[in-house]
């Protein structure tokens, strides 16, 4: 299985690179976010690789943060979401827009991405409005991916949609010291809601 690879980019597109590791030359599918991110071609890369198998086939599909591919093997545990699709919302929507529609449960913003129906705007809410944010479970929001506490990913998730970070904590706070038994899902979505008004 490979985690990552380092090397020198050869060729890169807005959903593919080939990266140059000791003279054996990889194809890694990447997002328009990861495409972003890319540095000159010709120029050193490390690229954290999800490295996909089936039965007849393996492909490596690339990110150059932590916190994207951590999103990225979220979506695709829900059904009919498949690698090549999970790229395609990463690349419709950023990060924090998509983690927004689905804590907000809104179907229309999903469905905009292109390949993403209404029932599969629906499957990714109902499966991943509470995988989103699990403690234990790497971070979608901290700039390392680490595991954090309920209230601070919460904080973290709130600042990741445009929250300053002074205010997300107050109304994190508030929120948990309403309900301490809420989990870091409905915590942010309580806390989106107030923060709005």
């Known amino acids: 299985m490979i985690a990552y690879l380092k090397g020198k980019i050869v060729q890169k597109s807005e959903d593919r690179l080939i990266l140059d590791v000791r003279d054996v030359g990889y194809g890694v599918e990447i997002s328009n976010q990861t495409f972003q991110t890319l540095p000159e071609k010709g120029k050193e890369l490390e690229i954290l690789i999800y490295h996909h198998f089936t039965d007849n086939d393996q492909r490596l599909f690339g ?8 999103l990225f093997e979220r979506l695709i545990t829900v059904k009919g979401i498949g690698p090549k699709l999970g790229l395609t919302i990463l690349s419709g929507m950023s990060a924090p827009e998509l983690i927004q529609a689905i804590v907000t449960q809104n179907t229309s913003a999903l469905s905009g991405i292109s390949g993403i ?17 699990v403690e234990g479970e790497p971070s979608l929001v901290s700039p390392g991916g680490e595991q954090l506490d309920k209230r601070s990913e919460a904080v973290s998730a709130l600042e990741a949609l445009g929250f300053k970070k002074r205010d997300a904590e107050k109304t994190v706070q508030s929120t948990v010291s309403a309900d301490g038994s809420l989990t870091v899902s409905e915590i942010v979505k309580k806390a989106l809601t107030e923060m709005k008004r």
């Open 63 to 70: 990110f150059t943060s932590q916190k994207e591919k951590n």
């Open 117 to 133: 129906g209404k029932k599969t705007a629906e499957r990714m809410v109902l499966e991943l409005k509470d995988k989103l944010f």
